[in-house]
């Protein structure tokens, strides 16, 4: 893994070149190209715009001397410097109605895993609807989708992980409690846990909002910040949640402890006990990257989707201080940076579909294009591309969930 470099706009001057891009200190959009030499509209550009440094993974190429005020390296995952990023400047429009009806069809397969998922889903909705009536065997109800969720992701589940991609109006809790399932359990199998285990944790994943149940519908849906009184309310629902769990449903403590811990904080600033690290279990942190990722990909009434790729970006900015990294790390090279089903635009003006991530190289995963272009390299809609066998082309950025419809 090559270092990545911070560079002080100070220590720029015209005519420097570098063996690599430069990028704003964002990471993503880039400020030079390599072997392109500084210009002065470069300097002022960021001397206008306040840009604290910039970063790159090469090294000076011009006989200029660069003098770096102590150099710092940046974690990132593994040959992730192999990606080449653009600006966003030469695209002034993006083909809505195009893409909105490829998008329709791809997230409408009447294939026997998308039914699955949707049945699933009705037979949740029903659930939550018995917690609310104290219904009888709730028990039998919640092991009998928890192995349905288990069956599922045994399957294709990135068919799956890409219809929650593109399907994100539902914030309902039943909804939240199957996809945190799903996610939770994925990185539950992939971390090598056994059946048991995982199931364990599917079950955990499904119930870990339940107390949610007890906190009114006006903070719930309240778009203005909680007062002090009714976030504390908020935050109650991880031991009632834990305490239904355990009491009213009879699962064991270990069930338990995972539902009651999900809000603990790698740096030890969670709750409601605020432990830290490997205090926290391991369960619970598995389901606390499950949850905020199922949470942030979700419609909000106070928000949109942020989309994959962005919830991705924000769960790298709490890694030292919220989430355990190496499990984080791990979730990241399952689902990728750019997540199964996100809408990307490719260099060549091309838009596509993630449909396949890529473990060794996270940035460049398999695509399957959904709007032609005829730029360089010409690609064909329906085609299929390995982005890590076609050096040319790269991903320019993620589309945003409100810069195309959905429909459910």
């Known amino acids: 893994m090559k270092k990545m470099l911070r ?14 891009p430069v990028f704003f200190d964002d990471g993503v959009n880039m400020f ?26 090469g090294s000076l190429i ?3 001397d660069i003098y770096l005020d102590s150099p710092e390296l940046i974690e990132e995952l593994p040959n992730s410097n192999d990606v080449f990023f653009t600006t966003f400047n030469d695209y002034k429009e993006t083909p809505t109605e195009q893409i909105n009806r490829i998008i329709y069809n791809l997230s409408n397969q009447d294939s026997e895993i998308l039914e699955n998922y949707k049945n699933i889903l009705n037979y949740s909705e029903e659930i939550f609807l018995y917690f609310n009536n104290n219904e009888k065997n709730l028990r039998e109800k919640v092991d009998k989708i928890s192995e349905q969720i288990t069956k599922l992701i045994k399957t294709n589940w990135q068919d799956i992980v890409s219809y929650i991609l593109v399907n994100t109006t539902d914030s309902s809790l039943s909804k939240n409690a199957v996809d945190t399932g799903i996610f939770a359990g994925i990185l539950a199998r992939e971390y090598g846990f056994s059946d ?28 203005s910040q909680l007062t002090t009184q009714e976030f504390n309310l908020l935050q109650l629902h991880t031991v009632r949640s834990a305490q239904f769990a355990e009491n009213i ?25 605020k432990i830290s690290s490997s205090q926290i279990d391991i ?20 928000r949109d989707s942020i989309g994959g790729y962005d919830a991705m970006k924000n769960l790298l900015d709490s890694s ?31 838009i596509a579909q993630v449909v396949q991530g890529n473990l060794e190289m996270p940035f460049l995963p398999e695509v399957k294009i959904l709007v032609e272009s005829k730029n360089k390299p010409i690609l064909k809609i329906g085609d299929i591309i390995k982005l890590k066998e076609l050096k040319e082309l790269k991903i320019v950025r993620a589309l945003k969930q409100n810069e195309y419809k959905t429909y459910a």
């Open 7 to 20: 560079i002080n706009p100070s220590k720029l001057s015209e005519g420097m070149k570098f063996t690599a």
């Open 32 to 57: 030079l190209a390599e072997n392109h030499p500084v210009k002065k509209m470069h300097i002022d550009a960021l001397s206008k715009w306040d840009v604290p440094y910039v970063i790159t993974y």
């Open 62 to 64: 011009t006989n200029n």
């Open 196 to 223: 048991r285990k995982i199931l364990q944790i599917i079950i955990a994943s499904f119930l870990h909002d339940v107390g949610m149940l007890d906190v009114p519908e006006e903070v719930l849906r309240k778009k």
């Open 249 to 273: 449903l009879f699962y064991p403590k270990e069930i338990g402890k995972m539902i009651l811990s999900h809000h603990e904080r790698w740096d030890g600033k969670g709750y409601p006990e």
């Open 283 to 302: 369960g619970a942190r598995i389901l606390s990257i499950a949850d905020a990722f199922s949470a942030m990909i979700s419609h909000k009434v106070y």
């Open 320 to 350: 030292q201080h919220r989430f355990d990294p190496k499990l984080l790390k791990l979730f990241i090279q399952i689902i990728g940076i750019y997540p199964i089903g996100s809408i990307v635009i490719l260099n060549n003006n091309a």
